[in-house]
C-alpha cells in the first residue's frame, strides 16, 4: 500500500493516482455489485485485454481497494472482493454516474 510520503499534497490528486484511470473506475463499478472472478471482470469490463486486467487488479490489491482470494483448486480459483476501502469509493462513482446521466441529457 502507499504511504503518506508517496502520495501527493491535494486529496483530489491523490484520489486520482489511486483510481485516476477508465480500467480502475470500471473494475470498482462490477465490485460494488459482489464478488467477482478474473473471467466475470474480463467479460463486464468491456474491452480490457488479460493483461491491463491483471496488472489493474494487482495495483487495486497492493494500494488495499480490494481483496483476493485463491481456491486451492485446478484449474486455479480467483476471487477479487472490494475491501472496505474500496467500498468507500462507491459515492465517487454514484457522483460520475449522475453527472454521466444528466450530462447525456443535456447533448
Known sequence: ????????????ETTLTLIGDKWKVLIIRDLLNGTKRFGELKKSVNG???KVLTANLRDMEKNGLLTRKVFPEVPPKVEYTLSELGVSLSPI???????GKEFKQKI
Open 1 to 12: 500500500m502507499l504511504n503518506k510520503t508517496e502520495l501527493p499534497a491535494c486529496p483530489v
Open 48 to 50: 480490457i485485454s488479460q
Open 93 to 99: 462513482l454514484d457522483a460520475m454516474a449522475q453527472w
